[in-house]
């Protein structure tokens, strides 16, 4: 007979056949998560701000397909989503480095942290509907600046990324059966910090690196695992996952 409380099956990591949609999955921790996907056996699209660098990375990375959209602008997420027949798992984050001093910085600059992360989920989950997969996820991004905040002028985006946690846990019960987590990343090198930082890149990583558990940052491959895990884990709902390294704890 088979017992409810058996031990020895596995729990399926197979994305066979799964439609996989990824806002921000042209690169870093987005491209790790969708290259993941794609050989878990996934269909990938991946959905960046910049036509010709989601055109290359679906063409390098033979993922199913791409759309380019810039998520702060609502029509262009509805018609990115637009013949996309059904969604198993929804992944978004796309995003930039938001960082400004709440009495110095222009207020619609601080307003992108919102933009790009809540209010771009809400219109893509809206413009989906139906279509996304009542056995399927949704993943949201945060980062450990949510509970780790500091003085350089990230306080808007600590709170765009508190606020993602925030809105998983009341979608995972106002949309369930459908699972709605947060990944949420600490220091990761990825593209971002180049973008972000420029030319202080190399000095920024080296003195932080010296503060870390690890004395490294993480890498887009073991952030991407764990948004893939988020998708596969069919008992993950309502919850923040940290791929951090420890960073939180120092
Ligand atoms: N790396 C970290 O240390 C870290 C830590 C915590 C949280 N995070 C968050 O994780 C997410 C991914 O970061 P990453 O490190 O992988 O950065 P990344 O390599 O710069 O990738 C960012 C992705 O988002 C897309 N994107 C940015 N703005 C967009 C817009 N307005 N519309 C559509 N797509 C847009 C980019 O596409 P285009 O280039 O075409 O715009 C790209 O695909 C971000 O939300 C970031 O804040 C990162």
Do not use: C
């Not at 063409?59 to 997420?77: F, M, Q």
């Not at 003195?207 to 596969?232: D, I, K, N, W, Y």
């Amino acid at each position: 007979m088979k017992s409810a409380t058996a031990l020895n099956s596995t729990l399926s990591t197979n994305l066979q056949d799964h439609n996989v949609v990824i806002f921000g999955g042209t690169s870093g921790i987005g491209l790790a998560a969708a290259i993941q996907a794609k050989g878990a056996g996934a269909n990938v699209t991946v959905i960046g701000s910049n036509a010709e660098r989601a055109k290359q990375a679906a063409l390098e990375h033979g993922l199913s397909g791409w759309r380019a959209a810039d998520v702060t602008n609502s029509e262009a997420i509805y018609a990115a989503l637009a013949d996309i027949p059904k969604v198993d798992h929804l992944v978004l984050l796309a995003g930039t480095f938001v960082a400004g001093k709440v009495l110095d910085a222009e207020i619609d600059y601080l307003r992108r942290a919102f933009e790009e992360r809540m209010w771009a989920s809400v219109h893509a989950i809206r413009a989906l509907g139906e279509r996304l997969a009542k056995d399927g996820s949704i993943t949201f991004i945060s980062g450990s600046l949510s509970d780790r905040p500091n003085a350089y002028g990230t306080a808007v985006l600590a709170a765009a990324s508190a606020a993602m946690e925030g809105l998983a846990r009341g979608l995972a019960i106002e949309l369930a059966p459908i699972r709605v987590n947060t990944l949420s990343p600490g220091p990761i090198n990825t593209p971002i910090l180049s973008k972000a930082l420029g030319e202080g890149r190399d000095a920024f990583v080296a003195a932080l690196e010296q503060s870390l558990p690890l004395h490294r940052l993480g890498t887009a491959t073991e952030a991407g695992a764990a948004a893939v895990f988020l998708m596969t884990n069919t008992f993950m709902n309502g919850a923040t996952l940290n791929v951090d390294g420890g960073a939180r704890l120092v």
